[in-house]
C-alpha cells in the first residue's frame, strides 16, 4: 500500500514538472532597505507565451534577474526543467536551455545575417582553436548547422537578407535576428524584457506572431511588455505584480479587468 501512495506521489510531481517548464516560488529579493520582489510565485507552462506586467517598480525586471540568475534571491526558489536551480550563474542556465535574448553576444555587424545566426550555435567548429586541424571531421557538422539556421531564417522572416550584413537591418529586424540567435543556442525557454518596445505596430504585431509560431514549435516564452494593447491577444497567461507581489494572474481578458489590477496602475 505504501509503495502505490509513494508511486502516486511520484507520478504527480513528474506531472507537475512536466506540465510547468519553470516555477519561481516565494522570490524575495532585497536591494538595502527595498524589497524588491516580496514573496512572488509565478509557474511557467510549457509551450505557453506567459506575460508579467506590472506599473514601473513593480518589481518586475528584478524577479526575471532572479529566475535568470543575475540576482540569487534572498530566499525563496527557482526550479527549472524540474531541477533546482536557484542562485545558478546565467551561463550554466544557458547550457540548460534557459536564454535571455540580450545574454547572446550583440551581433557582428560587418558579419551577413546567416553568420551571425551561425555564431550563435552552441559549440560551433570556430570556438575550438584547434578547429582548422580537425576541418575534415567538422564539416558534417557545419552543414548541419547551416541547414538549422537557414530553417530558423525562414521561421523568423529573415531568410531574403541572409547574406547582408547585419548593420544594414532595421531595429525591428535586429530583434528578429536576436530571436533566430537566441533559437539556435538551443534554448528551450526564452526570457525577454519589452521585445517590442521601440518599433512600430505592424512590425510589433509580426514579432509577437512569430513568437507565437515558435510557441507552436515547443518553444516557452516568459516576457515583460508594457505595450498590452499589442500584447494581449497573442500571449496565453498573465501574472501580474505590484510593489513586489503577485496580484492577480489568468487569462490576458481577466487579469487587465481586474479591479486590483487597474487600482496599481492608477497608483491605487
Ligand atoms: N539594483 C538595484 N538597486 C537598488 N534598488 C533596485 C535595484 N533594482 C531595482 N531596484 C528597486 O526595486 C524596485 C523594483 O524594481 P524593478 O526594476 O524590478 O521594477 P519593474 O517592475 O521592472 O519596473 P520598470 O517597469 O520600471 O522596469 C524598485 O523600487 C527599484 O527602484
Not at 540569487?72 to 544557458?94: A, I
Not at 537591418?169 to 535576428?177: E, N, R, V
Amino acid at each position: 500500500m505504501e509503495n502505490v501512495d509513494k508511486k502516486a506521489a511520484a507520478m504527480t510531481a513528474m506531472n507537475h514538472s512536466s506540465e510547468y517548464i519553470l516555477v519561481a516560488e516565494k522570490v524575495v529579493k532585497r536591494f538595502g532597505g527595498v524589497i524588491a520582489v516580496d514573496g512572488a510565485t509565478v509557474k511557467v507552462r510549457r509551450r505557453t507565451i506567459t506575460l508579467l506586467i506590472g506599473p514601473n517598480g513593480s518589481g518586475k525586471s528584478t524577479l526575471l534577474n532572479v529566475i535568470a540568475g543575475f540576482y540569487r534571491p534572498d530566499s525563496g526558489r527557482v526550479v527549472f526543467e524540474g531541477r533546482d536551480v536557484t542562485g545558478w550563474p546565467p551561463h550554466k542556465l544557458y547550457h540548460l536551455g534557459m536564454a535571455r535574448t540580450f545574454q547572446v553576444p550583440q551581433p557582428f555587424h560587418k558579419l551577413t545575417v546567416l553568420e551571425n545566426v551561425l555564431l550563435a550555435a552552441r559549440g560551433h567548429p570556430g570556438e575550438s582553436f584547434a578547429a582548422p586541424l580537425q576541418r575534415r571531421r567538422w564539416l558534417p557538422r557545419e552543414e548541419e548547422l547551416v541547414d538549422k539556421a537557414f530553417s530558423i531564417l525562414k521561421l523568423v522572416g529573415l531568410i531574403h537578407l541572409w547574406d547582408q550584413p547585419a548593420g544594414q537591418l532595421s531595429g525591428g529586424q535586429m530583434k528578429l535576428l536576436e530571436i533566430a540567435r537566441v533559437l539556435m543556442s538551443g534554448a528551450k525557454m526564452i526570457l525577454m524584457d519589452e521585445p517590442i518596445a521601440g518599433v512600430n505596430p505592424t512590425l510589433a504585431h509580426e514579432i509577437l506572431q512569430f513568437l507565437v509560431k515558435l510557441r507552436d514549435q515547443g518553444i516557452t516564452f516568459f516576457i515583460i511588455e508594457h505595450r498590452l494593447d499589442i500584447a494581449m491577444k497573442y500571449v496565453d497567461y498573465v501574472y501580474a505584480m505590484a510593489r513586489g507581489r503577485v496580484i492577480a494572474e489568468g487569462r490576458p481578458e481577466e487579469v487587465v479587468s481586474n479591479p486590483l489590477v487597474i487600482d496599481s496602475y492608477l497608483g491605487g
